[in-house]
């Protein structure tokens, strides 16, 4: 290779790691802003919850069958997979997610994912393997 391939090649490598440097820091700072954004809005949006609640009976008090809603907060800092990708890793508890090096670890049993549509190390929230 002549020189300048090089060095352009060198300045490439310098740019993806500066970009790699940027997407860890942004996503520690996005993790970090979401943790507390929860922290302080938790206790005021269980408050607001009711609120909304008794809102949503009183507006359906003429209907015949009312409904039920959800008001929680979809806040979740965890990555989630992508189920074109990695369909056996939904909803698993040791899916990573995580970006190292420019490669995603998607998980420390399966690093680079099952090979199917299920896995025999799946985890679940009440799964008690």
């Not at 090089?6 to 942004?26: H, Q």
């Not at 909304?52 to 907060?73: A, C, G, M, R």
């Amino acid at each position: 290779m002549e020189e300048w391939q090089n060095e352009i090649a060198a300045a490439l490598k310098d740019v993806t790691e500066l970009f790699d440097e940027f997407g860890r820091e942004l996503t520690q700072f996005v993790e970090a802003v979401a943790t507390e954004a929860a922290e302080i809005l938790s206790p005021q949006w269980d408050e607001f919850k009711e609120v909304l609640t008794e809102i949503w009976q009183e507006l359906e008090l003429d209907l015949e069958q009312p409904t039920s809603f959800n008001w929680d907060l979809p806040i979740s800092t965890q990555p989630m997979p992508d189920p074109a990708l990695h369909p056996a890793c939904v909803g698993c508890l040791n899916y990573n997610g995580s970006v190292y090096g420019g490669n995603l670890l998607v998980c420390g049993i399966h690093p680079y994912g099952c090979n199917s549509d299920t896995c025999i190390d799946w985890e679940g929230e009440n799964d008690l393997n």
